[in-house]
């Protein structure tokens, strides 16, 4: 058999490395594309939680001319009002992963042997207003997601990018990115939230 004929049994060092520049080189293009799409995602799927848990919220201040609010003190945290809208008529239809934000760091709450559930402080990406009435005129913000790098202890989760998806009282929902000028005196500086919700 010719020599020059004979068949290789692997690839060469140079060869080897040729494929895995090719390789670093497709990976540096998507993955950055991949993760904006990611993220743009989850700002879709954050806005659709927000929109699907508005009906229910100005169903039930149609009829008790507010929206779900913990009276019990004068700032209630999101979660202990948003379990009187839940356990409300206008409520019992919301599902736990609603009160999830995909960019978030709640985990979904579980329902118990009745079919419903309780939210807490771990179950909920989910700020909410502590207005005592329903308002009228101009749209009031409603709810929003978290911006947990204001307030979990160095961590690097600032949920969507910097910004946050803001719900306002006549159904819209528009991002504000949190180092916005623009925004000053709308976004609390001890919470990271807009001015009058309750984490």
């Known amino acids: 058999m010719n020599d020059g004929l004979r ?3 692997g690839f060469t060092l140079v060869e080897l490395l040729v494929v895995i520049s090719i390789i670093a080189i497709i990976a540096g293009l998507v993955v950055p594309a991949l993760l904006q799409g ?3 995602a989850w700002k879709i799927q954050c806005t659709n939680n927000l ?3 508005y009906p229910a919220a100005t169903a039930y201040a149609d009829k008790k001319y507010e929206f779900p609010r913990d009276k019990s ?3 209630p945290l999101a979660h202990d009002s948003l379990n009187i809208l839940l356990r409300s008529l206008q409520g019992r239809s919301l599902e736990p992963k609603l009160f999830k934000c995909p960019a978030g760091e709640a985990s979904i709450a579980q329902v118990d042997e009745d079919d419903k559930f309780q939210l807490d402080e771990d179950t909920l990406d ?7 009435r329903k308002p009228t005129g101009k749209a009031q913000v409603l709810s929003s997601d978290k911006y947990y790098k204001e307030y979990n202890d160095g961590d690097e989760h600032e949920g969507h990018e910097g910004m ?3 719900l306002f009282t ?3 929902v528009v991002s504000w990115e949190v180092e916005d000028p623009d925004l ?3 976004i609390d500086e001890d919470t990271g939230l807009p001015v009058g919700l309750g984490r």
């Not at 989910?126 to 005592?132: A, L, N």
């Open 38 to 40: 990611r993220g743009e």
């Open 51 to 53: 929109k699907q848990v």
């Open 126 to 132: 989910y700020s909410w207003t502590i207005v005592r």
């Open 73 to 75: 003190v004068d700032e």
């Open 7 to 9: 068949q290789r049994d």
């Open 170 to 172: 006549d159904s819209a």
């Open 164 to 166: 946050l998806q803001v």
């Open 184 to 186: 000053e005196g709308r």
